[in-house]
């Protein structure tokens, strides 16, 4: 126990990771300090606004962060650099992040995205690994996110599905025209379609009310919140104990040690952008994949002088991000119907494993709806792009153009990675996240693979023109889901933090995000990473209390 | 009148209430002071953007306000996006003078649509393009275009929400819903 009456921890980020851990330390008595860089988020401020969003950011981002007071270098394979002064590659910077913003898709991995070196062997080039946890492992701390958080999904059938018969406490939501079409279509293949597992609510849960269909939700916050973020869910409960403040606006720049193997607190900016520090008797860092890592390699000490956790030089290495792939397709009827959204209804996992030759795989969905303005972008390869013919596509064919695609699971390679730019410092004088480093080359091919079936499901739909997605290639982003570069396992000199998120050579020290991620799955990361959370946070409860 | 906060309010509300009462009439003739743009650099812009998305049926990039748009995005988030614009528009002048012996916006709409074309590819004269890059002015306009046309009115363009109109999206707006009513 440290010198105060109770324990006291920081964690670092109020997204999906940070929200979770603050909860369940809340509730086991012990006093949360939860910092956050952005705001609360509001609806109003962006609403109906395609170009100013969490999804299309052509004219700014709803809920942050300011690229301008947030730049970042990205360096190219032959080492030039070039700083850009957009908000590339973050999640979001507010109370929430992007459980504010996102589609809400609720994915488990499955048990073989666990143990991908057990199942697929050593891939040349990739630093391919298993978790040192099992699906079984994080099975307990899924069913938390899926009921605390709250999801809506039926996977009962699916014999892919590792919960299959472990139901989801909301019912799922109705297919949409485009998903009710496609499921057909897919049972005649033979394949096992299923309702999109969501973390939004189809009936009333958790004392809010029910989804009313928006056409556009992804990207914004709802009007109505009947999407389930951690702001509006983990951490108004941890603040109802009164054991946790919220300190929004505050960035965290720094964390102290003692020499001796102990975090002590952190230094911060606050609201006024004044330095001050806060002592701890446990840290969390959920600031996101680049984000945690960044704030690892920017707090040297004699102990750790190039950075915490980081005397292996593991730190910001694996960072991997996902190719959305697929196919897209044009139909001679209306394959959607815009009076009911935001449309990703229809899910399948045929294609996650056991894919001949291929090391991975990924699930495929019907898309959400896209913008007016992101509607410009898809033509089938060849088409004008502007003109009277743009503008005559763009009316007769917004509603017969379907999209199916998924995230494609990503070999890592140890050269993607995040680093600090040393002479390009943020608004508040601290030295930015660099990327550099690109795909292995088994990316491009599984890329391939996974539209090559998504162009196979549409042939059968009937569609009348058909391209693929392709990717896998060229840099590595990270994007919106970022993770890797703090990689867990049971060796300390090819991880960073064990296999409850506690860096390695650190007693106090913890990860609770997305960096903690060995490989990525062939699925959104969201769920993942909630539970990840769920078990570090429980582990902390457990031992210090 | 004091110039304090709430009567700074009141001649918003009521610039704003003005613009929502004009008649959804073409404003074509008619001289709009922007910002960004002299009339004349106004006048050869709204001309490239009209090539990007030409009146049909429906309204096309001048008459929903896309270099309103382009104006009030430089004005107010972008403005180092204004030298190249000035330096494009330059450009794209100084070589209709050198082969039409007239300015772009006097060229045939056919003449108008291989230039941009040409443009695209990067295949100007480089001559005219020693400051600006073509290829960059154009995928610029052409992005700022799409942008002002189909993005959220309250941008600038989008005038009468035109695109959703075309596009069958059902409008106006009901507020809380993030959608639109039944027509
Ligand atoms: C538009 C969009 C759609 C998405 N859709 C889906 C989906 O359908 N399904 C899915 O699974 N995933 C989806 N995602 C991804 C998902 O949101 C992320 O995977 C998830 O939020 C990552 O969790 P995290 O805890 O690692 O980081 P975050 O949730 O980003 O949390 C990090 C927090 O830390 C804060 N922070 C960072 N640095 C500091 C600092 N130094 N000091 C203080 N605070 C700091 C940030 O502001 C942020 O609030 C989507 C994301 C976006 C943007």
Not at chain 1, 44 to 53: C, Q, V
Not at chain 1, 325 to 344: C, H, Q, S, W
Request: aromatic share 10%; hydrophobic share 35%; with cysteine.
């Amino acid at each position: 126990m440290g010198k105060n009456k109770y324990i006291t921890a920081i964690v670092v980020g109020a997204g999906a990771g940070g929200g979770i851990v603050a909860k369940e330390l809340a509730t086991s008595n012990i006093k949360v300090t939860l910092f956050e860089r952005g705001d609360w988020p509001s609806y109003d401020k962006h609403f109906n606004d395609e170009l100013i969003s969490q999804r299309v950011q052509d004219l700014g981002t709803s809920f942050g962060p300011d690229g301008k007071k947030n730049p970042r270098v990205l360096i190219s394979p032959d080492g030039k650099r070039n700083t850009v002064y957009r908000a590339v590659n973050h999640i979001a910077a507010c109370v929430g992040s992007g459980t504010v913003s996102y589609g809400a898709m609720a994915w488990r991995f499955m048990p073989e995205d666990f143990k991908m070196k057990s199942t697929y062997g050593a891939v040349e080039g990739s630093t391919l690994d298993d978790w040192p946890i099992s699906y079984e492992d994080l099975a307990p701390s899924y069913d938390k996110a899926e009921r605390e958080i709250g999801v809506a999904g039926d996977m009962s059938g699916i014999p892919f599905a590792p919960n299959k018969d472990n139901p989801y406490p909301m019912p799922p939501f109705e297919y949409s025209r485009e998903g009710e079409f496609l499921k057909n279509v897919c049972q005649n293949m033979e394949l096992h379609p299923f309702p999109v597992p969501m973390l939004r609510n189809s009936v009333p849960y958790n004392g809010r009310g029910a989804c009313i269909r928006n056409r556009y939700c992804v990207g914004t916050a709802c009007p109505v919140n009947a999407k389930n973020g951690t702001q509006n869910t983990v951490i108004p409960v941890a603040m109802q104990t009164g054991n946790c403040e919220v300190k929004t606006n505050c960035f965290v720049y720094k964390i102290h040690t003692d020499g001796k193997g102990k975090a002590t607190g952190v230094a911060y900016f606050d609201e006024n952008n004044k330095s001050k520090t806060l002592e701890a008797d446990i840290i969390v860092l959920s600031a996101s994949a680049h984000e945690t890592a960044r704030l690892l390699l920017n707090s040297k000490s004699v102990e750790f002088p190039n950075g915490i956790g980081n005397n292996n030089d593991w730190v910001g290495r694996n960072h991997q991000g996902h190719s959305y792939t697929g196919a897209v397709a044009l139909f001679d009827f209306d394959i959607l119907d815009l009076t009911t959204g935001p449309n990703t209804t229809l899910g399948i996992m045929d294609y996650n494993h056991h894919n001949k030759g291929i090391i991975g795989g990924g699930l495929l969905a019907n898309e959400f709806f896209l913008g007016p303005y992101a509607f410009t972008d898809q033509r089938p390869p060849g088409s004008p792009t502007w003109g009277k013919e743009h503008k005559k596509y763009q009316r007769e064919n917004y509603q017969r153009t379907g999209l199916l695609v998924g995230p494609i699971q990503e070999i890592p390679i140890f050269d993607a990675r995040v680093t600090i730019a040393e002479d390009v410092k943020d608004f508040w004088g601290v030295p930015v996240a660099a990327f550099s480093g690109g795909h292995h080359p088994l990316d491009k091919i599984n890329c391939q693979f996974l539209s090559s079936k998504a162009e196979e499901i549409f042939i059968k739909a009937g569609a009348v023109k058909i391209w693929r997605r392709g990717g896998g290639e060229g840099q590595q982003g990270g994007g919106q889901h970022q993770g890797g570069t703090c990689r867990m396992g049971n060796n300390p000199a090819t991880s960073v933090t064990d296999s409850f998120g506690r860096i390695h050579d650190m007693e106090n020290l913890y990860v609770a995000d997305g960096s903690l991620m060995v490989t990525n799955g062939g699925f959104n990361p969201v769920l993942t990473i909630m539970a990840l959370a769920f078990r570090v946070g429980g582990h902390i409860a457990s031992k210090w209390m | 009148m004091k110039y304090n906060r709430r009567n700074f309010i009141k001649q918003c509300i009521a610039l704003y209430g003005s613009t929502l009462l004009l008649p959804a009439c073409s404003t074509r003739g008619k001289t709009q002071t922007y910002r960004s743009f002299s009339p004349l650099q106004a006048d050869c812009l709204g001309a490239i953007c009209e090539q990007i998305i030409p009146t049909d049926e429906y309204p096309g990039a001048i008459d929903s306000g896309v270099v309103n748009y382009i104006d009030r995005q430089i004005y107010i988030r972008f403005p180092e996006l204004k030298e190249l614009y000035h330096e494009g528009i330059q450009a794209v002048n100084s070589y209709c003078t050198s082969v039409y012996n007239k300015e772009f916006t006097a060229l045939s709409w056919d003449d108008q649509t291989q230039l941009l074309l040409t443009m695209e590819k990067g295949e100007l004269p480089e001559e005219h393009w020693e400051k600006a890059s073509q290829r960059e002015f154009f995928r610029i306009v052409r992005r700022n275009t799409m942008q002002g046309f189909y993005g959220a009115p309250h941008h600038g363009g989008n005038k009468d929400y035109i695109s959703y109109r075309m596009m069958n999206l059902n409008y106006p707006f009901i507020a809380g819903q993030n959608r639109y009513g039944e027509k």
